[in-house]
């Protein structure tokens, strides 16, 4: 076997555990975050609104979209029209299924947002609506969407890479801002949405096997 297929799964491990690190990390600033870093009218702004976009899964399927129509348009050589359906496939697989691993994580982890008990952990009962997940915030389903599209359009377009990440950075920050997540939901939908963008950019590269 090649060495760069044996060195493959220990790179997802280290990327799981220095993911797992970064949420461990940041679970020790969510108490300070939640009380010093806030402004509840965020969503009341323009600013603020449109950042929250960047975590809508509508939004990036409307771009995939516009993305595979690019490239079937007239004139277009055939290795661009593979590539631009490449594109469009990567990115609503990303932040489709990033968004539903978040939804069973959030199943899994049952953690209520901040404002159940003023910044302090709650954690709802199997016993209490054990398939909604409604009320919880870990990991953000927002931040999710945010990264994963971000790490697909970075991907594909590397020149504007610092425009998307700072748009995701962006919209966890407004998550924060609003008091709707903890430091460590944010950041763990970050990790989620960046390794599943990264783990299916293989499945939807042309001639892939």
Not at 67 to 93: F, K, Y
């Amino acid at each position: 076997m090649p060495e760069r297929l044996r060195a493959a799964p220990m790179r997802w491990v280290a990327a799981i555990v220095a993911s797992l690190a970064c949420v461990a990390l940041a679970s020790l600033g969510d108490v300070w975050t939640y009380h010093h870093v806030s402004l509840p009218r965020v969503y009341d702004t323009d600013w603020g609104r449109a950042l929250r976009t960047m975590g809508y899964w509508p939004l990036w399927a409307i771009v995939a979209f516009a993305i595979w129509r690019h490239g079937e348009g007239s004139g277009q050589q055939p290795d661009r029209r593979a590539r631009s359906r490449w594109q469009a496939a990567w990115l609503v697989g990303a932040v489709t299924v990033a968004g539903i691993a978040a939804e069973l994580l959030k199943l899994l982890i049952r953690r209520e947002r901040p404002g159940a008990d003023s910044g302090l952990y709650v954690f709802r009962a199997w016993t209490d609506r054990p398939f909604s997940t409604s009320g919880f915030g870990m990991p953000s389903s927002h931040a999710v969407e945010a990264f994963a599209a971000a790490t697909v359009l970075a991907g594909c377009f590397p020149e504007t890479a610092v425009v998307w990440y700072g748009l995701a950075i962006g919209c966890a920050v407004t998550r924060l801002l609003s008091g709707a997540h903890f430091l460590s939901d944010v950041v763990a939908g970050a990790a989620l949405g960046l390794l599943v963008a990264h783990a299916l950019r293989r499945a939807f590269r042309p001639g892939a096997s």
